[in-house]
């Protein structure tokens, strides 16, 4: 069994900024990939950046500039660290995770997700 927790949303105001952790637990070998997604309310789920193991992280336009994908292999956690935030950027974030487990299979895991709400 393999869990992805996401932490770190909450509300702030327009520039501020926050961090979000996305923890895997279980029967984990490696994570290959982790993705960050947001949901507005109403809006369809979109990506927002994604890291691989190997490999320059790629970013929404939208937020390119202003969020870090980052991670700690050492603690099977990953970061989304996000700058200058916008009322726009107001959405419940989803981290999504490519394990390979002890057992040799690979999954693809996402989060409960956690919310963001940028608002004065």
């Known amino acids: 069994q393999v869990q992805l927790v996401e932490s770190g949303g909450g509300l702030v105001q327009p520039g501020s900024s926050l961090r979000l952790s996305c923890t895997a637990s279980?029967?984990?070998?490696?994570?290959?990939?982790i993705s960050w997604y947001r949901q507005a309310p109403g809006m369809q789920r979109e990506w927002v950046a994604h890291?691989?193991?190997?490999?320059?992280?790629t970013y929404a336009a939208s937020v390119k500039g202003r969020f870090t994908i980052s991670r700690d292999n050492a603690k099977n956690t990953a970061y989304l660290q996000m700058n200058s935030l916008k009322p726009e950027d107001t959405a419940v974030y989803y981290c999504?995770?490519?394990?390979?487990?002890?057992?040799?299979?690979?999954?693809?895991?996402w989060g409960q997700g956690t919310q963001v709400t940028v608002s004065s």
């Open positions: 279980g029967n984990i070998f490696s994570i290959y990939a």
């Open positions: 890291s691989i193991a190997t490999g320059v992280p």
């Open positions: 999504n995770a490519g394990i390979r487990t002890i057992g040799g299979q690979e999954n693809n895991f």
